[in-house]
């Protein structure tokens, strides 16, 4: 393979001049010709037509010249457009339609083409953008069954909707799981729920929740709680994120055999979401809440499961998982731990 020196690389340059119109001059007394696109606060990107588009470092570069009109924006905020002449080290002199001013290569916060909209415009419709609260929605289902020496079959069905903003963000969600075993009801439980998480001072915020349980196996005929408190995001971003939040709650519960119980209760609660490699996402939520009068009386509920892209489908997933719900006093001839294994097919959108 051949390697090009730096000297043929220039001289490749100096070629395509026929059709270049911008000069840059580096540091080491060499000249590129091309067409200057972009300007930032670390690079120029510079047009040839003999090596495609190239990134330049702009602590390289000296100065550069461009013959055709370049928007520019000063460090000042002062935004020019005309052709640029570099006149000594560092001077810069632009042309504009009604003004004309000297300056310094290191006062050039920015440049772009006149045909394009102004990067700060950009910026600031982007912020808007994603200052907007969008809803969001999923949906799962996981189906079990079994034919032969024993009859079973099971369905659970999942559905969320999250209206999320930059600040906040709403999150409703619904689960019904029924199963049944030589036509005899193995599994009958019904969840509701909602979520409201605002983010006043981040990584600071506060939360409230609400739930409603029915679960005929723990002989519950209904589970109500409450919860409100401090939210706090130790680290937040696109590929890992870990939230934690404490709080006080109530909880109320009634039985099939009309006996009720309610106490108030500190509310504890995290929520992880890793994208630990490309293809996989790994989702975890704890929630652990004792009564506060008895804290041998209390309630955990942990959900994780692996997300898993279908396919080039950016809408369905495969999540593979488990659940545990664990009551410290169940009802009597009923066991504290509640554990659900689940492969599940899901759909958001």
Same mark, same amino acid.
């Given at each position: 393979?051949?390697?090009?020196?730096?000297?043929?690389?220039?001289?490749?340059?100096?070629?395509?001049?026929?059709?270049? $119109?911008?000069?840059?001059?580096?540091? =080491?007394?060499?000249?590129?010709?091309?067409?200057?696109?972009?300007?930032?606060? =670390?690079?120029?990107? $510079?047009?040839?037509?003999?090596?495609?588009?190239?990134?330049?470092?702009?602590?390289?570069?000296?100065?550069?010249?461009?013959?055709?009109?370049?928007?520019?924006?000063?460090?000042?905020?002062?935004? $020019?457009?005309?052709?640029?002449?570099?006149?000594?080290?560092?001077?810069?002199?632009?042309?504009?339609?009604?003004?004309?001013?000297?300056?310094?290569?290191?006062? @050039?916060?920015?440049?772009?083409?006149?045909?394009? /909209?102004? +990067?700060?415009?950009?910026?600031?419709?982007?912020?808007?953008?994603?200052?907007?609260?969008?809803?969001?929605? #999923?949906?799962?289902? #996981?189906?079990? %069954?079994?034919?032969?020496?024993? =009859?079973?079959? %099971?369905?659970?069905?999942?559905?969320?909707?999250?209206?999320?903003?930059?600040? =906040?963000?709403?999150?409703?969600?619904?689960?019904?799981?029924?199963?049944?075993?030589?036509?005899?009801?193995?599994?009958?439980?019904?969840?509701?729920?909602?979520?409201?998480?605002?983010?006043?001072?981040?990584?600071?915020? !506060?939360?409230?929740?609400?739930?409603?349980?029915?679960?005929?196996?723990?002989?519950?005929?209904?589970?109500?709680?409450?919860?409100?408190?401090?939210?706090?995001?130790?680290?937040?971003?696109?590929?890992?994120?870990?939230?934690?939040?404490?709080?006080?709650?109530?909880?109320?519960?009634?039985?099939?055999?009309?006996?009720?119980?309610?106490? +108030?209760?500190?509310?504890?609660?995290?929520?992880? #979401?890793?994208?630990?490699?490309?293809?996989?996402?790994? /989702?975890?939520?704890?929630?652990?809440?004792?009564?506060?009068?008895?804290?041998?009386?209390?309630?955990?509920?942990?959900?994780?499961?692996?997300?898993?892209?279908? %396919?080039?489908?950016?809408?369905?997933?495969?999540? @593979?998982?488990?659940?545990? #719900?664990?009551?410290?006093?169940?009802?009597?001839?009923?066991?504290?731990?509640?554990?659900?294994?689940?492969?599940?097919?899901?759909? %958001? !959108?």
């Amino acid at each position: 393979m051949k390697v090009l020196s730096i000297p043929f690389f220039f001289c490749l340059a100096f070629t395509g001049s026929v059709y270049a $119109l911008d000069f840059i001059e580096t540091k =080491d007394g060499g000249t590129l010709t091309g067409t200057i696109k972009h300007i930032t606060h =670390d690079t120029i990107i $510079l047009s040839t037509n003999y090596a495609g588009d190239i990134t330049l470092q702009r602590d390289k570069i000296v100065g550069f010249s461009a013959e055709q009109s370049l928007s520019v924006r000063l460090n000042s905020g002062t935004v $020019l457009t005309g052709p640029i002449k570099h006149q000594e080290q560092g001077t810069l002199a632009i042309t504009a339609d009604d003004a004309s001013l000297l300056t310094q290569f290191n006062q @050039i916060s920015e440049s772009w083409p006149p045909s394009e /909209k102004d +990067p700060e415009i950009v910026r600031i419709e982007q912020a808007h953008t994603d200052s907007l609260r969008k809803w969001s929605y #999923d949906a799962g289902v #996981d189906i079990a %069954g079994k034919k032969g020496n024993s =009859d079973e079959f %099971g369905i659970a069905i999942n559905v969320a909707a999250e209206l999320a903003g930059k600040d =906040d963000k709403l999150r409703l969600y619904g689960s019904v799981d029924k199963a049944e075993q030589e036509g005899i009801d193995s599994s009958d439980e019904i969840i509701i729920g909602s979520e409201y998480t605002a983010y006043t001072s981040d990584p600071w915020g !506060w939360y409230a929740r609400t739930e409603f349980e029915r679960d005929d196996f723990e002989d519950l005929d209904l589970r109500a709680l409450i919860g409100s408190g401090l939210n706090y995001r130790a680290f937040h971003s696109p590929e890992h994120s870990l939230e934690l939040r404490a709080g006080l709650g109530y909880r109320h519960e009634s039985f099939n055999d009309g006996s009720t119980e309610q106490s +108030p209760t500190f509310d504890f609660g995290l929520t992880h #979401d890793w994208q630990f490699v490309s293809w996989a996402r790994m /989702k975890s939520s704890l929630t652990y809440a004792p009564a506060i009068d008895d804290f041998g009386d209390y309630l955990i509920t942990h959900d994780s499961g692996i997300e898993i892209p279908l %396919g080039l489908s950016d809408y369905w997933q495969l999540r @593979i998982g488990l659940r545990n #719900d664990y009551k410290s006093l169940p009802a009597t001839n009923r066991d504290n731990l509640d554990t659900s294994y689940y492969s599940r097919l899901q759909v %958001g !959108w």
